[in-house]
Each structure stands twice: as structure tokens, then as C-alpha cells.
């Protein structure tokens, strides 16, 4: 798949300053990371009282950081 037209890579580094490839894809006319980040636990709802605003954070600069740009932020997913 990394051949297909609609891929392209990006090189990121982490925190530890190792670095690896994130391969991109569209998504209509956006390109987003292939790996994506679910924001479910982030707020209190259905699945127990999330992890706190200074968490939440915390832990989506880190994956912004890290190369993803696929943030699932479904409505379902707010009190």
C-alpha cells in the first residue's frame, strides 16, 4: 500500500529522539497519518471518568509529536 499513489511518508522523531516513518494517507482532501489516535478516554462518558483535561493534553501533544495527524473526536464521545 505504501506504493499506492494516494500514500506518502513523513519522518518523525520522538521524545527519546529515535526516529521512524509515518506512512500518510487521504482521507477525501485531507492527508492523515495512518495510525490514528481515538479520543474516547479523554473526556467522562460511557466508558469511565477519562483521564483529565492536563492528561488529555499532555498525551495528544505527544501523539501530534509523534507524527498523527488522525484525531477521532466523534460526538458519541462527549458527556
Known amino acids: 500500500m505504501a506504493?499506492?499513489?494516494?500514500?506518502?511518508t513523513t519522518q518523525a522523531r520522538d521524545s527519546s529522539g529515535q526516529s521512524y516513518i509515518i506512512c500518510k494517507r487521504k482521507?477525501?482532501?485531507?492527508?492523515?497519518?495512518e495510525l490514528g489516535f481515538g479520543c474516547m478516554r479523554n473526556s467522562p462518558g460511557h466508558c469511565g471518568p477519562g483521564m483529565?483535561?492536563?492528561?488529555?493534553i499532555r498525551?495528544?501533544?505527544?501523539?501530534y509529536d509523534?507524527?498523527?495527524?488522525?484525531?477521532?473526536t466523534a460526538g458519541v464521545y462527549d458527556p
Open 3 to 8: 506504493n499506492s499513489p494516494s500514500a506518502q
Open 52 to 56: 483529565g483535561r492536563a492528561i488529555s
Open 27 to 33: 482521507l477525501g482532501k485531507l492527508k492523515v497519518s
Open 59 to 63: 498525551v495528544i501533544r505527544d501523539a
Open 66 to 72: 509523534r507524527g498523527i495527524r488522525f484525531f477521532d
